[in-house]
């Protein structure tokens, strides 16, 4: 994964030092040497993340960090404070300003990358539900939708750790702001269901009695979990590598023993209030969709905002320069299907593969029913390998699994066409070749996933 990282430092060695990491890592670097320039930067640019040093002139890192977070054009930018002062007051005072996170120098490269992947990992798809939202308010009333981001206490925190001993230090000092429940010992019977309800989960990195990166990745893979940040309690040095491993996983954020009070306040804080604004972002969607862009057959996005968000996925993939890929899926012989069995049948089928569809594809993908028996996809920060693997899962997802039809289990297919953006595309162009690589699927005798390039 690439991404657009702004280094801001007044020291011209150290931004040509970090410059030459991020290089060799294939990120793309900007430079500033003020906190007034970093400012107009990511006003004026798309920044996927921001590295900032704390000690500067005129602006420090701080100021820069709190008015980046008060401009609504900026506040989803994450921001990393960089300093060599290692005292916990500078440490929360950074936090409490608004960044993500908070390296000392030097700064190795497994806790640089580590963060600097997760976090814009999680940006990308925030930035994915901002744009279905901002495309949502278009189509509905021309409005920009703007989710405003809570206080982030009162939350509702799951501490899942080894010891009760443990559990009640960690809960003593998350009560003070939120609600606290302690989960000790195995987690083979924490089902989803009891950690859905929840703003927060904080994991015990170095617990025995539980495999704690697989809990990680439980929740990620879960899809009613998957929105829930994770915050994962390391001791210093020794947890290096896991704590690197976790963020890979989907955690949120990390926090070293001895654990300090406030530390930990600040960063549930911060958690709470993300989870809040992505929530917030998702009740939105959920309530404006429905009124006039969802299928009310299917429950997948419609032909209009199909329309509407490739535009604004087009020119976001063009100024972030980044892959965007759209699919074209068509059931076979679907005609037959209805003129056999009737059209409560056909209409079964359909929503059966606009069910499979969505339980196949990455959060990030935009599955669309544009018209009887036809679907799209569109794929962003997906390149025409990416694309080929998730169109052929979609297909075999489709195949594999016979369908009850008159009483029967009938196999279905699906002839799978898809496109690559590339510098001349248009919406009609893009659109144009993902259809004609369909046709092309058909033509070679259908249930089989084509390319069609240039």
Same mark, same amino acid.
């Given at each position: ?197 929840? @703003?927060?989960?904080?994991? %015990?990195?170095? #617990?025995?009695?539980? !495999?704690? *990166? +697989?809990? =990680?990745? /439980? ?127 056909? @209409?079964?089928?359909?929503? %059966?593969?606009? #069910?499979?569809?969505? !339980?196949? *594809? +990455?959060? =990030?993908? /935009? ?88």
């Amino acid at each position: 994964m690439t991404a657009k990282i702004l280094v801001v430092d007044d020291q011209p060695i150290n931004l040509r030092l970090m410059q030459a990491r991020l290089r060799d890592e294939y990120f793309e670097v900007i430079l500033a040497t003020s906190g007034a320039e970093a400012i107009e930067i990511c006003r004026r640019e798309t920044v996927d993340l921001v590295l900032l040093d704390v000690m500067m002139p005129e602006m420090d890192g701080y100021e820069v960090c709190r008015r980046l977070k008060a401009d609504p054009a900026c506040r989803h930018i994450p921001v990393v404070l960089i300093t060599a002062l290692d005292d916990m007051r500078n440490r929360i005072t950074g936090l409490e300003a608004g960044a993500d996170d908070f390296l000392t120098k030097p700064v190795r490269d497994l806790p640089l990358f580590s963060r600097i992947r997760s976090l814009t990992r999680l940006k990308i798809l925030s930035d994915e539900m901002r744009t279905r939202a901002e495309t949502t308010m278009r189509v509905l009333a021309g409005n920009e939708a703007d989710a405003v981001a809570e206080s982030g206490t009162g939350g509702s925190v799951l501490v899942v750790v080894d010891s009760p001993a443990e559990g009640e230090r960690l809960s003593r000092i998350l009560r003070s702001e939120h609600t606290v429940r302690v989960h000790v010992g195995p987690v083979a019977d924490l089902e989803a269901a009891a950690i859905e309800p929840t @703003d927060l989960l904080a994991i %015990d990195l170095q #617990a025995e009695s539980f !495999d704690p *990166l +697989r809990l =990680c990745s /439980l929740v990620r893979s879960n899809e009613a979990t998957r929105p829930l940040p994770i915050l994962v309690l390391a001791s210093d040095g020794r947890d290096e590598t896991r704590i690197a491993k976790a963020l890979e996983l989907g955690a949120n954020d990390y926090i070293l023993r001895p654990v300090d009070r406030n530390e930990l306040l600040a960063r549930a804080r911060t958690q709470v209030k993300r989870r809040r604004y992505d929530e917030s972002l998702r009740r939105s969607l959920q309530q404006t969709i429905e009124l006039a862009t969802v299928d009310a057959l299917t429950g997948l996005s419609n032909r209009r905002f199909f329309e509407s968000h490739l535009t604004a996925s087009i020119a976001r993939a063009r100024t972030d320069a980044k892959d965007l890929s759209l699919l074209i899926a068509d059931i076979d012989h679907f005609k037959q299907i209805n003129d056999g069995w009737g059209h409560a049948v056909g @209409d079964g089928v359909l929503r %059966d593969v606009a #069910a499979r569809t969505r !339980d196949s *594809l +990455r959060a =990030c993908d /935009l599955a669309c029913r544009i018209g009887g028996e036809e679907f799209v996809v569109v794929m962003p920060d997906a390149d025409s390998e990416a694309a080929a693997a998730i169109a052929e899962r979609l297909r075999r997802v489709v195949a594999d699994q016979p369908f009850p039809i008159g009483g029967e289990m009938i196999s279905v297919t699906i002839s799978v066409g898809f496109s690559t953006l590339i510098a001349d595309d248009t919406d009609a162009t893009l659109t144009k070749r993902a259809d004609q690589a369909l046709y092309e699927a058909k033509r070679l005798g259908r249930n089989r996933v084509v390319l069609r390039a240039a």
